[in-house]
């Protein structure tokens, strides 16, 4: 039987899932699990990186009952926040994509 090497991932590559992770404010594990990273790999680079602190969501009270403009505006405030998000990651995990695609030539 033969040993298996672990992956090799450039510096650029860890640096990018690190910011990844730490600006989309989710668990290091879900983020893993999305990039394919192994989670003790990510967490390694966060810890490296000293953004390995566990974050609250921030905590949104609004005094305005459901359905008024105040809370509807917060709602939409919040989708565009998630929606350009969404889109980094989606930039980013293309670039990976491509990046591991022109590894295997």
């Known amino acids: 039987m033969g040993t298996r090497r672990a992956k090799q991932y ?4 860890a640096d990018r899932a690190v910011r990844l992770c730490d600006e989309s404010n989710r ?3 879900e983020v893993a699990r999305e ?8 967490y390694g680079w ?4 000293g953004k390995t602190k566990r974050r609250e969501a921030p905590d949104v009270t609004l005094s305005a009952p459901a359905g008024t403009p105040a809370v509807m ?3 939409i405030d919040r ?13 980013f995990a293309k670039r990976a994509a491509a990046f591991f695609a022109q ?3």
């Open 10 to 13: 450039t510096r650029a590559y």
């Open 35 to 42: 990039l394919g990273v192994e989670y003790a790999t990510l």
């Open 73 to 75: 505006k917060a709602e």
């Open 103 to 105: 590894q295997s030539k």
């Open 46 to 49: 966060m810890k490296k990186a």
């Open 79 to 91: 989708l565009k926040r998630e929606l350009a998000e969404t889109k980094k990651q989606l930039e």
């Open 27 to 29: 668990p290091i594990a």
